[in-house]
């Protein structure tokens, strides 16, 4: 019987027909990628853009290229996810610290300030009780105390010991023509009386005690207070971080490749999770050293303000302080009164009249009434620089090495998810699998051999650098305080010790250069004044060689350094 053209014999068509199921069995079926698409539909994005069942992943350029659930639209979106994510991860751990800073900055900025504004009204209080028209007919001069104490915390340009120099000068003015009401005094003869202030000592040891400590608890005072401020502001401006490309594609492979994979529930391995963030921190780990030291110099110039630099104890009896001088002008002022005479000159005497009238004006009784103290009012609603300093300190201590911890800080949060309990059923980067390389260092330097994210560790942030040095200018300020001196203080008195180098002495050893001054004021006789003219050619010969040797020494100090 002849064969159909085109028909197969049936054994044949039998035997593919029951082979058919198992070909078809053996052909590889597509994953689906529901939970992706219902996680990348959950970050806000279309779900449109996600493929229902695994893809040919050619056109990724970061993730696997093999079967995929990542389209290339959503990797890009999943790359600017993962630069946000780790902003918000590093802004969020910053924030706590740099809102620690600025609160405490702002509750000691208070403090201070209304400490000062405590003790002017309590010294005025006090004086117009005790002195009544007196000191109100003088009262500008510590008013103008006042003034220049607060414009130096809030940053001005004052130097706090000529400044008091001044003050005592003035008020040893005011003080002598009210202790000789019957005499005329020139504003020149004044002048001569103030110039040896520092030499009569007509208020005691106040002034010099005074001035150390009001000097070197307000330079601490306003140093710590600039130092919280510093903190805050290179928190705020170092925690701004903006992820390199290099970094980028390192974030995304961390943490949205295993999502292409279809592994959602699979977290980066620790490790890992530190070489990526360590690779995007590098140059933040370099402030670690610097940030560490000034945290040192802060706590330290912290106890200085808890012992005897606390601006609160001198502060706070200053009005008393100043009284105790008062009264002391007044025990002396005979003695006070001889020694100006003698150097300074007889001054005229006025009529008898005016002296009377002089003397009943004034309202001075011969002696000041003694102050009977009250209590002061409270600063800051009633909290004290100690328990300032205490709570400070704590938080302190708690922010040192903030910056070399901040990457496995962030690797530990909630939000990152990393995976810590079984090293073998993590992402290490391209597999469900244990991560084998080794944590790098911390810093710049250290990421040549970051196996994760290629750093360029020739090009260093320049803002990070600015805030670096930030840091080391802030901490030189604070040593400074630490030891009682103020840095701009310290230039002034480089600049002029020459000219400071002979005004210590004591009075008596300063009588021949008192008696010429005050014969130049005076101006008796001609015999004085070629005594003086004499004295002058012989000063000046001798200031020329001071200051030659000054220049000298200083040249050479300036060598040895």
């Known amino acids: 019987m002849p064969r159909r053209r085109g028909c197969l014999p049936p054994l044949v068509c039998t035997l593919a027909a029951l082979s058919l199921p198992l070909l078809l069995a053996a052909e590889p079926r597509a994953k689906s990628c529901s939970e992706v698409r219902r996680l990348y539909a959950a970050k806000g994005f279309s779900q449109s853009e996600a493929p229902s069942h695994e893809i040919s992943g050619d056109h990724l350029k970061v993730c696997s290229q093999a079967y995929t659930c990542c389209s290339q639209e959503m990797e890009e979106k999943y790359s600017q996810q993962s630069k946000h994510d780790f902003r918000n991860a590093v802004v969020e751990l910053s924030n706590h610290l740099q809102t620690m800073f600025s609160s405490r900055y702002k509750k000691f900025d208070e403090f201070f300030k209304e400490l000062l504004e405590n003790a002017e009204k309590s010294l005025n209080d006090m004086f117009v009780r005790t002195y009544g028209r007196l000191y109100m007919q003088n009262s500008e001069l510590f008013k103008d105390l006042f003034v220049e104490l607060k414009r130096y915390y809030v940053g001005g340009n004052v130097n706090l010991e000529e400044m008091l120099n001044e003050f005592w000068a ?16 020139t504003d020149e003869y004044l002048e001569c009386v103030s110039k040896y202030t520092e030499q009569l000592k007509p208020f005691g040891d106040v002034p010099r005690k005074l001035k150390l400590q009001v000097t070197r608890a307000f330079v601490a005072a306003r140093t710590f207070a600039q130092g919280l401020a510093v903190a805050r502001d290179v928190v705020s401006k170092v925690s701004a971080v903006n992820p390199t490309p290099q970094g980028t594609r390192a974030l995304l492979k961390m943490m949205y490749c295993p999502y292409c994979r279809g592994l959602v529930s699979v977290k980066p391995c ?4 530190f070489n990526v963030m360590r690779g995007c921190l590098a140059n933040q780990g370099d ?15 912290a106890e200085r303000l808890e012992g005897p630099f606390n601006i609160e104890s001198v502060m706070d009896p200053i009005d008393v302080k100043i009284s105790d001088a008062i009264m002391n002008m007044q025990e002396n002022s005979m003695q006070v ?8 000159g007889q001054p005229k005497t006025l009529a008898q009249g005016r002296t009377a009238r002089s003397v009943s004006e004034s309202g001075f009784s011969a002696r000041f009434r003694p102050y009977n103290p ?24 708690q922010a040192k090495k903030f910056w070399s911890s901040l990457p496995g800080n962030i690797c530990n949060d909630e ?3 990393v995976g810590t309990v079984n090293e073998n059923e993590c992402w290490n980067g391209s597999a469900k699998s244990r991560y084998d390389f080794a944590v790098t260092g911390n810093g710049l330097a250290s990421q040549v051999n970051n196996p994760e994210v290629e750093v360029d560790i020739t090009k260093p942030d320049m803002v990070i650098r600015r805030q670096i040095m930030a840091l080391r200018v802030m901490t030189n300020k604070l040593k400074n305080a630490y030891s009682g001196n103020d840095v701009d203080f310290i230039d002034i008195s480089e600049e002029s010790s020459g000219e400071e180098s002979g005004s210590g002495c004591e009075f008596q050893q300063c009588s021949p250069e008192f008696e010429f001054n005050a014969t130049e004021v005076t101006g008796n006789s001609n015999k004085s004044d070629k005594k003086a003219n004499t004295s002058a050619a ?7 060689a001071a200051l030659f040797l000054s220049i000298l020494f200083l040249a050479m100090q300036r060598q040895w350094r």
């Open 415 to 417: 939000k990152m998810s």
């Open 170 to 185: 003035r008020l040893l003015e005011r003080m002598f023509r009210l202790v000789n009401p019957q005499y005329h005094f």
């Open 270 to 273: 620790y490790n890992y999770c």
């Open 337 to 344: 009164s001889q020694k100006v005479f003698q150097g300074c």
């Open 374 to 397: 009250e209590e002061r009012p409270t600063t800051a609603a009633g909290t004290s620089l100690d328990r300032l300093v205490t709570d400070v300190k704590e938080k302190l201590k």
């Open 287 to 301: 402030l670690d050293t610097e940030w560490n030291t000034f945290m040192d110099s802060m706590l330290l110039v």
């Open 538 to 544: 012989t000063s000046s010969g001798l200031s020329q």
